[in-house]
C-alpha cells in the first residue's frame, strides 16, 4: 500500500477496456466513501485535489487524509492535482508528495502551452511524478477560469500527436464534447467519437483522459429538487457514452459533479425527514455512504474497472 503515480494502472488500462475512476476531494467523507467503494470493488483508484480544494481544506489535511485512507484501506491510490493553472501550484504538489500533477495550459495558444506543459514535465519527471496536460478546451467552468460555450474547440489530433511528442507528457485531456459541471448540453448529448477515434489512432501509446464525464443522473437532481434544491434543466453525459469512451483509449475519467449531487441529495433528504436532528454525523454518515454508493455504480457499471487493481 502506498503512493503510487498512474504508470502501472494506465498501461493496464490500455490493454482492455476500462478506465480509471478519478474522483474529486474535498473532505474526510468524500475520500472515505470513495476509498470504501475501490476497496468492495478492488479497483484502481486516483482521487484528484484541485486548487479549491486545496484552499478550501488546506494541502496538509487532504495529503494526511489521502495517507490515512492508504494506511487504513491497504490500497495503492493516486494523489493528483486536477486542473494545475501554473508551474507553481504544479510544483509544490510534486514537493509536498502528489504522484501526479494535471498542468492546464488548455487556454493558451499551442506553442506556449507546449512551452509551459514541458517546464512541468522536466521538473516532475525529475521528482518521478507523472504529469497530465490539456489541449482543446472544454465548455464550463474551470475553476476561475469561465469558458464560454461558443469559444470551446475540440481537440485537433494532429495537434495532439505534436503536443505529446514535443512535451513528454504522459497522459493528455481531450475535448470531445465534454464539459464541467451539472450543465452539459442545451439540446441532445453529443461526444465527437470519430475524433477521439483519431486521436488515438496518432497517439495509441499514449492515455487519454476524459473531464467533466458526469451524467447528472436524474434521479439525483430530482432527489435535490424533491427537497428543496433548485437545480432546473441540469444534463449530463448518459452512461452508454462514456462506457463507449473507455472502449476507445480513454483510460482516465474524472467525476465529480455526480458525487456533489449525491452527498447534496442525501444530506437534503436528512434534513427535511429530521428536522430535529443537528448532529453532523447523523447526516454527513448517510452522505459518505452515498458518495461509497455512486463510486461503486460509476467503477462497476460505467466504468467497466471492478477487479482490475
Ligand atoms: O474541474 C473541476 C472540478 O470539478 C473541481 O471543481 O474547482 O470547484 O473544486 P472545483
Ligand atoms: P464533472 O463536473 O463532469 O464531474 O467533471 C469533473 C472534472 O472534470 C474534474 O476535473
Ligand atoms: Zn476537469
Known sequence: MAFVTTREMFAKSLQGDYAVGAFNVNNMEIIQGIVDAAK???APLILQVSAGARKYAKPI???KLVEAAIEDSGLDICLHLDHGEDFD???KCVDDGFTSVM???SKYPLAENIARTKEVVEYAHSKSVVVEAEL?????IEDSIKVDGRSASFTDPEEAAEFVAKTGVDSLAVAI???HGAYKFKGEPFLDFERLEQIRALLPGTPLVLHGASTVLPEFVARCNEYGGNIPGAKGVPEEMIRTACKHGVCKVNIDTDLRLA???EIRRYFIENPAEFDPRKYLGPARDAIRDMVQHKIKNVLGASNQR
Do not use: H, P, V
Open 136 to 140: 482543446g478546451r472544454l465548455a464550463g
Open 177 to 179: 464534447g465534454t464539459s
Open 40 to 42: 468492495i470493488e478492488n
Open 89 to 91: 501550484i504544479c510544483k
Open 263 to 265: 452527498m447534496t441529495a
Open 103 to 105: 498542468f492546464d495550459g
Open 61 to 63: 489535511y487532504l495529503l
